[in-house]
């Protein structure tokens, strides 16, 4: 996104870097907990169920990259490094 304003002769550009969660999204693709997730998110939906394990997690990001992983899986996103 780049916003550009042109206040009495001054132009002012400000360009946003991409969102937290975008960079977070990035940054799964080589973390175990992602992996695990895509895992469990191909099997799942090659046995049509619904979110079958039920993992935890200690830490709130090793969660969020399971579910990130999962989620990726099921819409398709093969974006692991096998």
Same mark, same amino acid.
């Given at each position: 996104m780049v916003l550009a304003m042109n206040i009495t002769g001054v132009t002012? *550009?400000?360009?946003? !870097?991409p969102s937290p969660q975008e960079q977070h999204d990035q940054d799964d693709s080589n973390?175990?907990?992602?992996?695990?997730?895509? *895992?469990?998110?191909? !099997?799942?939906?090659?046995?049509?169920?619904?979110?079958?394990?039920?993992r935890t997690f200690k830490k709130d990001d090793d969660q969020k990259a399971y579910e990130s992983g999962y989620q990726s899986s099921r819409q398709g996103n093969s974006q692991d490094h096998r």
């Open positions: 002012v *550009r400000v360009a946003a !870097s973390n175990k907990n992602y992996e695990t997730g895509m *895992r469990d998110g191909r !099997s799942d939906q090659a046995h049509n169920r619904d979110h079958y394990k039920k």
